[in-house]
């Protein structure tokens, strides 16, 4: 997608700090950060919103949580705990609408969340 911010962050034509990369995701800090870590992982395909999920593409969501959890233990956060979240569309809070899941950690999370 010529004008998604995530297409070119995950191609490389605006550059950021990947944090991991493989042939289906990329993960990156966020430009904005919530808590002491927040990282963006991000499937290489432009897919818009968690609507769009398929039957051929549902399976990047379980590695995009895979490649979260290795992080927040890589970064020491997995024993006292962290929150993955993916918001869709206007009620959810998405912004950027090319599926992300953002790992949030570092810090006591609240419930229920605003
Ligand atoms: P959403 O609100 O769609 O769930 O989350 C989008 C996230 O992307 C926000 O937390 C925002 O700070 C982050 N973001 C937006 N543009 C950029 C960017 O250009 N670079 C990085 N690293 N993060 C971005
Ligand atoms: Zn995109």
């Known amino acids: 997608m010529d004008n998604c911010i995530f297409c070119k962050i995950a191609k490389g034509d605006i550059p950021v700090k990947k ?6 995701v990329v993960a990156f800090n966020d ?18 919103t968690l609507n769009d999920l398929t039957h051929d593409n549902q399976y990047l969501i379980g590695h995009m949580a895979t490649v979260a959890a290795k992080i927040a233990k890589d970064v020491g956060h997995a ?4 929150r993955l979240v993916m918001n869709c ?5 998405q912004s950027v609408f090319h599926i992300h899941m953002h ?5 006591q999370m609240e419930w229920p969340p605003g």
């Open 31 to 48: 430009v904005n950060p919530q808590a002491p870590t927040h990282v963006l992982v991000i499937p290489h395909t432009h897919i818009a």
């Open 79 to 82: 024993e006292n705990g962290y």
């Open 19 to 24: 944090l991991y990369e493989d042939e289906q």
């Open 89 to 93: 569309n206007q009620d959810g809070g």
């Open 103 to 107: 790992l949030l950690s570092g810090r």
